[in-house]
Structure formats: structure tokens, C-alpha cells
């Protein structure tokens, strides 16, 4: 009968205890790579800002660009009014660590363009299931702020995000001089916020922002076979350079003519009619008034008006300088 006795080696092995391995260590996943090439943000999906008021109107909210653009619906729009870009684009695209969770993010310049236009910079992200994400808008043309070079925005290793921004925008062959600043963009408390560079532009005295708006042109009843009305168009000097004068140009309908003898002296050309007046003060608002006749079988129509400066500056924002007069017969009185 065989020994059911263990070798010595076995026995040992039986009475060792059992060693307890650890269960590994679970690795944090890794963030997700926001690093997005231009290519694949011109093909994408993407969540665009809402535009700034001051700036063109163009679609926001998430848009399909194909080719790098997105549709754009253009809409007639007062003058007076930011009016509606021509298309919507991806202009450009740089990368870094903007929120320091050790994988890089993206950031894109977009811009609403018609000759000149609106831009701004948005950062993107991809989320876990890799779909592009917005972080938010980093800097806008907004304010004293009217143009990004797109090509200069850098992250630089604090994750500051960093552009030059001027205080006009140039288009074809205008030759205004511009004022350009770099200024620093950083996330705190999860929105963008400048950290570096300028605060405010510098008096550039070749570029003014005044705003010019009018109410309608009431004709009232009647009288001698014409209907008699005053306009009133008021001038708003906002920012940058102020003007001694500035130049009101009229565009009348056929039939409406001026009346009255109070007008400045007035300049034709072809199919206008221009005054000099003084200019409103330094950030203040003048409000001129000028008669007009109209024969009463006449249709209603429009006044268009424009502004310009003497001496000549540049708009800092182009439509701002224009406004339009809706004429009407006053109501019937009861």
C-alpha cells in the first residue's frame, strides 16, 4: 500500500499562506484630444456663439459648414441697422492646453463677412464620445474692438490664449490707419476673460463711431395743394475722433422738395442734396430739423439720408452713418 505521507517540498508549499495580490490600480482615462485640425472644422458640426449686436447679423446656435462656410439667409434690414453678412466661415484654427487638463483644445477664428465683417474666436473640445463641444467664445469684434487678425491667435503654454485685435477694419482699397493691440484671453470660472494686453484703443483721429437715426417725415394736411412736414434727424457722437461739421445727404423721392427758408446752405448733385451743420459735441447727441413739401396727390415714400465728417474720418462701424425717413400723411383728424 502506497504512503499517503507528502514529500516535505508539498507539505511545505501546503503550509505557506496563501499570498493576497492587489487588485491593479484603475489609470484615469485620459481627456479627451481636442486638438482639431482646420480641415475637420471646415466639414463639421459646430456650436457658434450668438453674434454681438454691434457687429453683422449671421446664424449662431449648431450649424453645418461644408467647404468651411455655412449658410447664410440675408434678410432686408432698416438702414441704420447691422445688416446681414454674406456668408459664414472658418478662417482659421491654433491649439493648446487652454483649460490645463493636459490635452490640447482648439481654437478657431469664425467670421461673418460681407467685404469687411464680424469675427470672433471660439474654443472647441471634443467630449468622451469624441463629438466637438463648444468651451465657449474666447474674444468678438464688439465695442472699440472692430477687427481680429485671424492668422495671430496663439495658446501659449499657461493656456492663455492670445490675438491682435484693431480698431477698424479696412476693406478693398481703403487705406485708414489702424491701431493694433495683442491682447490675452484665459478661462476663469469657465468663461473667457482678458488677462493681458490693453484694456481701451487709443484715439485713432481718423476714425469717429457717430450714429445718425430719424423718425418718419409727418406731412399734414392740405394746404395750397401741398402737404407741409418737419424732419427730424438726430447725430450721436458715441467714441473715437469728433469732427468740427458733419454733412447730412439727402435722397429725395420725385415730388418732395424743401420748404421753408431755415435750411443751411444746401449743395446738389445728381439726384441729392447735402447740408453742413456743426457736428454734436464730444459724446453728446444734436438733433436737426428741416422742412419739406410734398404735393398732396404725391404717393408716400422715403427719405433716405448719410453722414459724413469734415474733416473727412472713417466709420468705425460702416452702416452706422446712414438712416432712412418713412414719409406719411398724418391721421385724419376726427
Not at 491654433?94 to 467670421?111: R, S
Not at 469624441?130 to 501659449?156: K, L, M, N
Not at 395750397?224 to 445727404?249: C, E, F, N, S, W
Not at 457736428?279 to 398732396?296: C, E, I, M, N, V
Amino acid at each position: 500500500m502506497k504512503s499517503s505521507m507528502l514529500s516535505p517540498a508539498v507539505a511545505l508549499m501546503a503550509c505557506l499562506p496563501f499570498a493576497v495580490v492587489p487588485p491593479a490600480a484603475h489609470a484615469a482615462p485620459p481627456p479627451p484630444g481636442g486638438r482639431i485640425s482646420l480641415a475637420t472644422l471646415r466639414e463639421a458640426t459646430l456650436d457658434v456663439p450668438p453674434w454681438p449686436t454691434d457687429g453683422l447679423r449671421c446664424p449662431s446656435g449648431r450649424l453645418r459648414f461644408r467647404g468651411g462656410e455655412a449658410p447664410v439667409t440675408p434678410k432686408p434690414v432698416p438702414d441704420g441697422r447691422p445688416p446681414y453678412g454674406e456668408f459664414l466661415t472658418v478662417l482659421s484654427a491654433a491649439h493648446g492646453d487652454i483649460d490645463h487638463d493636459g490635452a490640447d483644445e482648439t481654437v478657431a477664428v469664425l467670421g461673418c463677412l460681407i467685404e469687411g465683417g464680424s469675427k470672433q474666436i471660439v474654443a472647441y473640445d471634443r467630449d468622451a464620445s469624441g463629438a466637438i463641444v463648444s468651451r465657449g467664445r474666447v474674444a468678438a469684434t464688439t465695442g472699440e474692438v472692430r477687427d481680429i487678425r485671424d492668422t495671430s491667435v496663439r495658446v501659449d503654454g499657461s493656456g492663455r490664449v492670445t490675438a491682435r485685435v484693431a480698431d477698424y477694419q479696412r476693406c478693398c482699397a481703403d487705406r485708414t490707419p489702424q491701431t493694433w493691440q495683442t491682447r490675452g484671453y484665459a478661462l476663469r470660472g469657465g468663461r473667457f476673460t482678458q488677462v493681458s494686453g490693453p484694456a481701451r484703443m487709443p484715439l485713432n483721429r481718423r476714425v469717429t463711431a457717430i450714429g445718425l437715426t430719424t423718425g418718419d417725415l409727418v406731412l399734414g394736411p392740405a394746404t395750397g395743394g401741398y402737404r407741409y412736414g418737419t424732419l427730424a434727424v438726430t447725430a450721436t457722437h458715441r467714441r473715437g475722433a469728433h469732427p468740427g461739421q458733419i454733412v447730412l445727404t439727402f435722397t429725395a423721392p420725385d415730388g418732395l422738395r424743401r420748404a421753408g427758408a431755415a435750411w443751411p446752405r444746401v449743395t446738389t448733385g445728381p439726384g441729392t442734396f447735402s447740408v453742413r451743420v456743426t457736428a454734436p459735441a464730444a459724446g453728446r447727441s444734436a438733433t436737426y430739423r428741416f422742412a419739406f413739401r410734398q404735393a398732396a396727390a404725391a404717393p408716400a415714400g422715403e427719405l433716405a439720408l448719410e453722414l459724413a465728417t469734415v474733416p473727412a474720418m472713417s466709420q468705425a462701424i460702416p452702416w452706422d452713418g446712414y438712416a432712412t425717413a418713412r414719409i406719411r400723411p398724418a391721421p385724419a383728424s376726427r
